[in-house]
């Protein structure tokens, strides 16, 4: 097979947006949406990519600069056949290429294969749509051959019945597409270089037209305005949520559970409402999920409960812990099994040993937690002087009072205790009682005040 070339279209103004950021990189499930197209692309396996942009500076190749593709401005806009066109010097002749939209975000890879193996010649992505207004017309023969493409603005009332439309998606042979840019004229109702035009010029030249149609229409729908996007952004959260209760997943209602990125779930897992999982999410069987909870960039091992309004990022959880509600676990915690974090804890690059519990009010930040740690309620590690950070090391059954405050450097033996209402600034001996603390007085006779009348 040909290798492949993909040019993304993506210099439309998107004045509908009422934003002064480009309109593809507005963001659907969690990711610009140009960003959704260039993965696609990347699925593909395209051997070239070519982003044709056209609004804000640079913020579309700047915020796409992780992707190996060519940035190529289109100033001005003179049409989709014009845009096309600007992506030609980077396109191989040797290629096929195919045509995507940064505002299209939500094509799927099964439908571009499907086109790929659709045979030789011009291939089309069409749709039928039961209001086909605002749409490119895909014209017939009586033999039910694609003879062109007319767009609304030049259709007679007889082709505007047509229910057939462009979506704009199409794959051609580098060469042939070359050529029938290269002969593309404006002459048209809007004065502008359709790239629509190039079916009749391969139906002219004798070359196979062939058309292919996507699973799902929302595959093709194009965003011009943010209630556009919500609208899809919804249609994509249910199609998410309909694969998780395909999989055996128990939502508490599928219209209340937000996925931004991949979330993939073992058996007899269940998510409750309001839930949001951003980026590469786990969770392994039995695992149940609070309601309001945010999961970002993380793995939670089986049978591990969170409760209400926890909120998890780019950490590691062990099999059975008990986590919140209200808790946190900030970037590089790692839960091992058994583990309780508790409400209002809020843990940073940590190690939390197995069965050791946090279950009140703490700050665990930059620590090493050995296993069956206790650490009471209010406990604060201060790893931080002003300036730099510094580790806290808890070792294997210690136990902390509650309201201690760990001065970092410090050691906490194993088997220690440590008294309430201590803080701690020096390592404290492997298991013996350790505790900082101002003698209690009492002041025999004191009088409380009272009010002057
Ligand atoms: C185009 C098609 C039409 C199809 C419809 C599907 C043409 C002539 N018409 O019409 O058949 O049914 O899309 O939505 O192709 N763009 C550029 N540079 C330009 C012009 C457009 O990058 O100079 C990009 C836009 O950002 C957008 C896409 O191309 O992503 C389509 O442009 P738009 O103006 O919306 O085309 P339509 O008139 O809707
Ligand atoms: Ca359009």
């Not at 260039?38 to 600069?65: N, W």
């Not at 505002?103 to 992505?125: C, E, F, H, K, Y």
């Not at 699973?215 to 609208?231: F, P, R």
């Not at 409760?307 to 062990?318: L, N, R």
């Amino acid at each position: 097979m040909s290798p492949l070339n993909i040019v993304i279209l993506a210099a439309g103004k998107g004045t509908r947006m009422y934003s002064n950021k480009p309109k593809v990189l507005h963001a659907l499930a969690g990711k610009p949406m140009v960003q959704h197209v260039l993965d696609r692309a990347k699925d593909m396996a395209a051997e070239q990519i070519c982003v044709v942009y056209g609004h804000g500076g640079d913020a579309v190749p700047q915020a796409m600069a992780q992707y190996q593709a060519q940035f190529v401005i289109q100033e001005p806009q003179l049409g989709t056949g014009h845009a096309v066109q600007q992506a030609m010097p980077h396109l191989k002749d040797d290629s096929l290429s195919m045509v995507l939209y940064g505002d299209v975000p939500l094509i799927q890879l099964d439908s571009l294969q499907r086109m790929r193996t659709a045979g030789n010649g011009l291939v089309l992505l069409t749709v039928n749509l039961p209001n086909p207004t605002g749409y490119g017309r895909i014209v017939r023969d009586a033999q039910g051959m694609v003879t062109s493409i007319v767009e609304e603005k030049d259709a007679t009332p007889e082709l505007r019945k047509i229910q057939e439309v462009n979506t704009g998606i199409l794959l051609a042979p580098t060469k042939l597409l070359r050529g029938w840019l290269a002969n593309l004229n404006n002459n048209n109702s809007q004065g502008e270089y359709y790239l629509t035009d190039i079916v009749a010029m391969a139906v002219a030249q004798g070359v196979a037209v062939h058309t292919v149609q996507p699973a799902n229409t929302w595959e093709v729908d194009g965003i011009n305005s943010k209630s556009q996007l919500v609208v899809l952004e919804r249609t994509w959260q249910m199609v998410e949520a309909q694969r998780l209760l395909t999989q055996g997943v128990t939502l508490a209602d599928p219209a209340r559970i937000d996925v931004r990125g991949t979330l993939s779930c073992g058996r007899d897992v269940e998510i409750d409402v309001g839930c949001i999982f951003e980026g590469k999410v786990e969770l392994a069987d039995n695992v149940r999920v609070g309601a309001y909870t945010v999961i970002r960039n993380a793995s939670i091992a089986q049978g591990t409960q969170i409760a209400p309004y926890s909120h998890i990022d780019s950490s590691t959880v062990g099999a059975n812990c008990h986590i919140g509600p209200y808790a946190r676990l900030r970037p590089g915690s790692q839960l091992h099994d058994d583990a309780h974090v508790g409400n209002f804890v809020e843990i940073k690059n940590s190690e939390i040993g197995k069965g050791s519990k946090a279950n009140h009010l703490s700050y665990i930040g930059d620590s090493t937690v050995g296993s069956r740690v206790n650490i009471g309620a209010g406990t604060i590690t201060c790893n931080y002087d002003g300036a730099n950070k510094f580790r806290t090391i808890i070792e294997d059954d210690a136990f902390i009072g509650s309201d201690t405050q760990l001065v970092a450097p410090v050691r906490v033996g194993k088997g220690a205790t440590i008294g309430a209402g201590s803080t701690i600034t020096k390592d404290a001996p492997d298991g013996e009682l350790t505790l900082s603390r101002s003698k209690q007085i009492t002041i025999n006779g004191w009088k409380r005040p009272v009010k002057k009348k």
